[in-house]
């Protein structure tokens, strides 16, 4: 059975940071661009960062910029989400998606398959 699951999220402190985990069982991710998307209460899952099956070609969305990084590690079939400098606003369930092909394209759900359950970040003082 395909399944990816996230980790790492948790309450963290304004201007604090968050390392998530998108580990993969059943399939190996590496031949898959890898996506992370959020949703906070009562709006839309937005885009947050994507990255190619190689790990060479990674897109942000412009909220994150400067202040998350995403990375993988296709010997241990997983795709991590780095984040600093939290904001508030950065609250919402992240979830990370599979994309059918090698390489990212627009941060659009569209564009992904297969989704995790999520984990919950919450920035709040």
């Known amino acids: 059975q395909w399944q990816l699951e996230e980790s790492g999220g948790g309450l963290v402190q304004p201007g604090g940071s968050l390392r998530l985990s998108c580990a993969a069982s059943?399939?190996?991710?590496?031949?898959?661009?890898i996506g992370w998307f959020r949703q906070a209460p009562g709006k839309e899952r937005e885009g947050v960062s994507c990255?190619?099956?190689?790990?060479?070609?990674?897109i942000y969305a412009d909220s994150v910029k400067g202040r998350f990084t995403i990375s993988r590690d296709n010997a241990k079939n997983a795709v991590y989400l780095q984040m600093y400098f939290l904001k508030p606003e950065d609250t919402a369930v992240y979830y990370c998606g599979l994309r059918s092909r090698s390489t990212c394209s627009q941060l659009s759900t569209d564009n992904f398959d297969t989704w995790g359950q999520g984990t919950q970040v919450t920035v709040s003082s």
């Open positions: 990255i190619s099956s190689g790990g060479n070609a990674k």
């Open positions: 059943g399939f190996t991710l590496r031949s898959n661009a």
